[in-house]
């Protein structure tokens, strides 16, 4: 029975833990300095988004993790991407890159994505907020069923995060293997044996959403301990 349940702490904590870990490990792995390459991330993500017209968008070094901002038009890279000479760092700028294409041709998912992904500050606050607050109002008003409301609206809006993470799979894949794998390839901005690691960053890259949903998940978990 202990063997079991250990069994099972450990397939759990694999589910959860996993993917982020693995993320991590690609993009460690293939983001050594490659002298042999002729720019740094952030200079390809600017010749990229030149060439497809788009000179109105910005590229940027950010602390926050790589992304696109469609309210500001700016692809923003960490320092290891934007000043890298990688693999990783070719993979991670056209990756973004892709997401500005997207942004520019007006793509339904995309737009859908963003609409959702807007929401997801105020989510969070007021999820945390009806959690922390939860006990209060209880000692104040006394009142089971609201404790009870409060507790499940909370836990419905953290359940929403984890389902606007999911469904920005679709745009992350789209992102990844129908724009920018092509446009390395095409490209020949890495030579053909670096395509395999490339294609290896990008999966990491379309698959980071999934791996927020499944920490999401945890937090949900660590408050369900709170409450029981």
Do not use: C
Request: glycine residues 6%.
């Amino acid at each position: 029975m202990v063997l079991l349940i250990a069994l099972v702490v450990l397939a759990v904590a694999g589910l959860l833990f996993g993917p982020q870990l693995w993320v991590r490990r690609v993009l460690a792995r293939h983001g050594r300095a490659r002298a042999d390459l002729p720019g740094t991330g952030g200079e390809l993500a600017r010749h990229l988004l030149d060439r497809e017209g788009l000179a109105a968008v910005k590229v940027e070094p950010t602390d926050l993790g790589d992304h696109y901002d469609p309210e500001a038009r700016a692809v923003r890279l960490s320092p290891q991407h934007h000043d890298g000479r990688s693999v990783a760092a070719v993979a991670v700028a056209a990756h973004e890159v892709s997401h500005a294409l997207q942004h520019a041709r007006g793509e339904r998912a995309f737009a859908r994505r963003h609409a959702l992904v807007k929401n997801l500050g105020w989510i969070d606050r007021v999820a945390t907020g009806l959690l922390v607050l939860a006990p209060i109002v209880f000692l104040v008003v006394k009142a089971p069923i609201l404790l009870a409301l409060q507790i499940v609206a909370a836990f419905a809006l953290m359940a929403f995060r984890i389902v606007v993470h999911v469904t920005t799979l679709p745009v992350e894949l789209d992102a990844s293997f129908a724009k920018a794998l092509p446009m390395i390839a095409q490209g020949r901005y890495l030579a053909t044996p670096d395509l395999p690691a490339a294609r290896s960053v990008l999966r990491a890259a379309a698959l980071t959403y999934v791996a927020a949903a499944l920490a999401t998940l945890l937090d949900v978990a660590r408050w369900v301990r709170v409450f029981r």
